[in-house]
């Protein structure tokens, strides 16, 4: 992957601190949530007669079956309507409350309690230091992380997924890079995709893809809401690196931390409704 900058203080010197709303009829918004509500929601109700007939007839294997399209359906609308709430409230310059969040222990617990629940040739490199304490706010940061990760499986170029994720200080900064071994973006789409509601495939040739168009707008919103700056460095069929960089912040001994049962125990956390269709969901 090319990198034309010498190092990491120009890199960020190179980038925007804010993110332009694009201007866009309310009705292309209107027809992309309505593509993305109306199939689960069709699924559920044309699973329930199934169902029903399967608990009437008594066929146990096929009631489950069904129970069971009904249950994943309702991850997928669950996870539309999250992503297009948080989407709401960042374009309507709604305020988030400002959290004094551990990133080190938020980053650390995401990826490691994702790995135990994704499938098998999902691999990760995980380096995190220890220290990291950022002004934000914990539901951003914690779509951000799925997010990026739900696009890597979304647009995987192999029958495998590899990440690498690391947390470092540097300089005086807090340095975030995670990289995927995903089809990459196309150059000229690179800056679209930081905008709500894109529904270009940036991955291929620009089609009109079946999905939001929210996650890196969403990634992007939460790293600026933490006073944080951000670089996409990507070649076309070379993946993608997502960097991200924070001041130091001296506030550890009252900051929020995160553990892995915070999203195991939850069925409903942000990593079962992000990642349901990879995942294993939890029992019903």
Same mark, same amino acid.
């Given at each position: 992957m090319d990198n034309k900058y010498k190092d990491i203080s120009?890199?960020? *010197?190179?980038? &925007? *601190?804010? &993110? *332009?709303i694009p201007e866009k009829n309310t009705m292309d918004y209107f027809d992309i949530i309505n593509r993305q509500l109306r199939e689960p929601v069709t699924n559920i109700f044309a699973s329930l007669p199934l169902l029903a007939d399967s608990i009437n007839s008594q066929n146990t294997e096929k009631s489950m079956e069904t129970l069971q399209t009904v249950?994943?359906?309702?991850?997928?609308?669950l996870k539309s309507v999250n992503n297009i709430s948080l989407a709401a409230r960042l374009i309507g310059k709604k305020e988030f409350i400002t959290e004094i969040i551990d990133f080190s222990s938020m980053v650390q617990s995401v990826f490691e309690t994702s790995q135990q629940v994704l499938p098998d040739y999902f691999s990760l490199d995980l380096q995190v230091e220890n220290g990291c304490v950022v002004q934000g706010n914990s539901t951003l940061l914690t779509s951000m992380l799925f997010n990026l990760l739900l696009n890597s499986f979304d647009y995987r170029a192999e029958d495998d997924v590899k990440v690498c994720v690391s947390l470092k200080a540097s300089n005086g900064r807090w340095i975030f890079s995670y990289k995927d071994n995903s089809l990459g973006i196309k150059p000229e789409l690179s800056q679209q995709v930081f905008e709500p509601y894109f529904s270009c495939n940036p991955y291929n040739d620009g089609e009109v893809a079946d999905k939001l168009g929210l996650g890196l707008y969403i990634a992007k919103q939460a790293i600026l809401h933490a006073k944080g700056t951000m670089l996409l460095q990507t070649e076309f069929s070379d993946g993608v690196k997502i960097i991200a960089s924070f001041a130091e912040y001296d506030g550890s001994a009252c900051a929020i931390k995160s553990r892995p049962k915070d999203f195991m125990l939850n069925k409903y956390s942000a990593m079962f409704v992000t990642?349901? *269709?990879y995942c294993i969901l939890p029992d019903l």
């Open positions: 120009e890199i960020f *010197d190179n980038t &925007a *601190d804010s &993110a *332009d249950y994943h359906k309702t991850y997928q609308m990642l349901c *269709d």
